[in-house]
């Protein structure tokens, strides 16, 4: 993997290593401890699927692969729509050894917490079943939510109530600051991503563009219900592995 931009003043053919990775996408200081960072981090085609056949792992490479490991081990928390969870086959992240030394000096716990977005709370237990060194992991729901699922989920997971009908992500970001939980990355999917650059909650998207036209109408990478206009990008970095592009956007705010 090498860096494209900005141009590496010394030699640009020196391949990154992943200490450079971690530098590249260290999150910003807080102004404050309540002020959350959101990132996301999305892999599209090159005609802007968000997966193929129902799937984003089929647009993964080995570049990707690292860069997200990398944003993991950076992560106070891994913020997911119950969509991803069930069709991605989610879990609590482990904690790597990696990042361990990292974690411990940033004064992380040793492995992300997993804060599931969903409505209904139709999350099979499975999904919340602690790894190796996993934290406890977050359902944010709602109090439309059926009671006794809620119930069951509350046997794995601490369950938050934010909003009557739908997930207030305002609020739950609010919790998660709350719980000393900031530096978040979002990793979909295109519902809750829409819903988070629609609240304009986004800080940051890394997007990794696969070589490759899916050539098929399946979901992009922004589910929106309604226009919200564009907003605008600077590039933070942008690598590249073989045939894969790793952008790191900044949202301009200004
Ligand atoms: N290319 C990529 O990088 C990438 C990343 C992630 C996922 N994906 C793909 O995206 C597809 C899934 O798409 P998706 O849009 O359905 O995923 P999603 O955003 O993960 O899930 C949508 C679900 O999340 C919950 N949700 C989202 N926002 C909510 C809110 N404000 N309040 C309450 N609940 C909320 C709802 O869950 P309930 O139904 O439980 O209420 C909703 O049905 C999969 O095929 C996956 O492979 C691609």
Do not use: K
């Not at 993964?60 to 944003?71: A, H, N, Q």
């Not at 040793?110 to 099979?124: G, H, K, S």
């Not at 977050?138 to 938050?160: F, G, I, Q």
């Amino acid at each position: 993997m090498h860096q494209l931009l900005p141009t590496p003043l010394e030699d640009p053919d020196r391949e990154l290593a992943d200490e450079d990775l971690v530098q590249a996408y260290a999150y910003p200081e807080a102004a404050s401890p309540s002020d959350c960072w959101v990132r996301a981090n999305m892999v599209a085609s090159a005609d802007g699927a968000a997966g193929l056949d129902g799937r984003s792992g089929g647009l993964s490479g080995e570049g990707d692969r690292r860069v997200f490991g990398v944003l993991r081990g950076l992560a106070d928390a891994v913020l997911v729509g119950a969509g991803t969870v069930r069709t991605e086959e989610y879990r609590p992240p482990a904690a790597a050894a990696q990042h361990a030394a990292h974690r411990r000096a940033r004064g992380q716990l040793p492995a992300p917490v997993l804060a599931v977005v969903t409505a209904r709370a139709e999350i099979d237990l499975e999904h919340l079943q602690p790894r190796e060194g996993s934290s406890r992991p977050l359902v944010l729901t709602t109090t439309s939510a059926d009671a006794r699922r809620r119930a069951e989920l509350a046997t794995l997971a601490d369950v938050v109530l934010v909003g009557r009908d739908r997930v207030d992500l305002s609020e739950a970001l609010a919790a998660l600051a709350a719980r000393g939980l900031r530096r978040l990355l979002c990793e979909g999917g295109p519902t809750l991503l829409g819903q988070v650059v629609a609240g304009g909650l986004l800080d940051e998207l890394c997007l990794t563009t696969a070589a490759l036209l899916t050539g098929s109408p399946g979901p992009r990478l922004l589910d929106l219900d309604r226009c919200v206009g564009p907003v605008r990008l600077r590039i933070g970095h942008l690598l590249v592995d073989r045939d894969e592009l790793l952008a790191r956007y900044l949202v301009d705010r200004g």
